[in-house]
């Protein structure tokens, strides 16, 4: 099963770009199958990881970033993939 882990947060005004490199530069302590970037509209930075796991798998996943690089909570939702189609 493929399992997608999705971790969004919103970044205070004018620091998108340092809260995305904050975001690109997070290890985590198992290497995911895949693992991408993206921007948003309103300063918004996601980050999905690909995982080859149960859906109630212990994953690791990005944490919180400092708050004062935020507006608001991080949110995370987790996926499972039903393939293409």
């Not at 290890?27 to 796991?53: G, K, N, Y």
């Not at 996943?61 to 987790?78: F, G, Q």
């Amino acid at each position: 099963m493929t399992v997608a882990l999705m971790w969004e947060a919103r970044a205070a005004e004018g620091r998108s770009e340092e809260l995305l490199a904050w975001a690109r530069r997070q290890e985590l302590s198992e290497r995911p199958v895949r693992r991408e970037s993206f921007r948003a509209p309103q300063d918004r930075v996601l980050v999905i990881t690909w995982w080859d796991a149960a859906l109630d798998a212990e994953l690791p996943e990005l944490p919180d970033p400092d708050a004062e690089l935020m507006t608001r909570s991080v949110h995370r939702w987790r996926f499972e993939s039903l393939g293409e189609g």
